[in-house]
């Protein structure tokens, strides 16, 4: 990996889950492991981390930090939906959960994997690399509507019919193979002017199959509710998104949570009873200081939102 991993809000996260010894905690989304050293050093040893990533890079430097801890360690293989619904099978109340969404320094760094427009690398994008669903699939197979629907809703990407129509014409001389080809084909389809003041222009569309590649916000909708269930009262739930997509899912889903009446608004008096589950630990989503920005670029569109829950 050519850049060190710096993990995104690490100040902030520890701050709102206040994690102490004793503890039992779960790492959804291990990555490099950054956000799960600094929680479990205060988990002490009678507490527990448990970590959970369905990439194996995730695993081995899981395994690296469970040498140097004091707590108690276990790792689940797999996406966190399934961990999840493990951990709940068998019980499991943690005082703490938290995500870290999107993809992970380790991934973008390990360019052979295909998650980065500036390197080029065969078009895979699976951060499990077990499964069978790759980029490379989505760009050659797909039709031409799937694709613009895909990057018009994951990528929000203002260009999709043209990009959409260079590929194909592109996939029918030769199935595209690598990120270059993808990357060359995307600036041919996009006009000159639009290529300057928006970041690369790839972006969009890398983001769009990356997501498609990891049913990623499919996750996001099931494990979120999965994870309140597992979480013991007065358990905290902490989440870092990285766009649009994961932020408003986050958000919506936490107010839903921390929202009292719910009568129609024509009533003038509560009769619904309806009591909160959830206490905002935040007015709105942390960013990141300008500080931490200019020390770590990749850390510019974090969003935290963290809730307790009440009962």
């Not at 520890?14 to 010894?21: F, G, K, R, T």
């Not at 850390?299 to 009440?310: F, G, N, T």
């Amino acid at each position: 990996m050519s850049t060190p991993h710096v993990p995104v809000l690490a100040g902030e996260l520890i701050e709102l889950l206040s994690p102490s010894a004793g503890q039992t905690a779960v790492d959804c989304t291990v990555g490099a492991a950054g956000h799960a050293r600094l929680v479990g050093e205060r988990l002490g040893a009678g507490g527990t981390l448990i970590g959970i990533d369905r990439d194996p890079l995730g695993e081995q430097r899981f395994a690296e930090l469970a040498e140097e801890l004091d707590a108690a360690t276990r790792f689940i293989r797999g996406d966190f939906v399934t961990a999840l619904e493990q951990l709940r099978d068998e019980q499991a109340a943690p005082d703490l959960i938290y995500m870290d969404l999107g993809m992970s320094s380790m991934q973008i760094d390990t360019w052979e994997r295909g998650f980065s427009y500036s390197y080029d690398a065969p078009l895979d994008m699976r951060m499990d690399p077990d499964q069978a669903l790759t980029a490379a699939e989505i760009v050659n197979t797909w039709d031409e509507r799937r694709l613009v629907s895909l990057l018009r809703e994951y990528g929000e990407e203002r260009f999709a019919p043209q990009i959409v129509r260079a590929l194909s014409r592109e996939r029918k001389r030769a199935p595209l193979r690598s990120t270059q080809e993808l990357v060359d084909v995307i600036k041919s389809a996009i006009p000159i002017p639009a290529q300057f003041g928006g970041g690369h222009p790839a972006k969009r569309t890398f983001q769009a199959l990356r997501i498609a590649v990891n049913d990623e916000l499919a996750q996001i909708d099931a494990a979120l509710p999965l994870a309140w269930e597992l979480l013991a009262p007065g358990g905290k739930l902490a989440v870092i998104s990285f766009h649009s997509l994961e932020d408003r899912r986050v958000k919506r889903f936490l107010a839903q949570l921390a929202r009292g009446c719910i009568c129609p608004p024509e009533i003038p008096i509560c009769v619904c009873g309806h009591e909160p589950e959830a206490e905002l630990l935040s007015r709105r989503a942390i960013a990141p200081t300008p500080g931490e920005v200019a020390a770590n670029p990749r850390s510019r569109s974090a969003h935290l939102r963290a809730a307790r829950k009440l009962r």
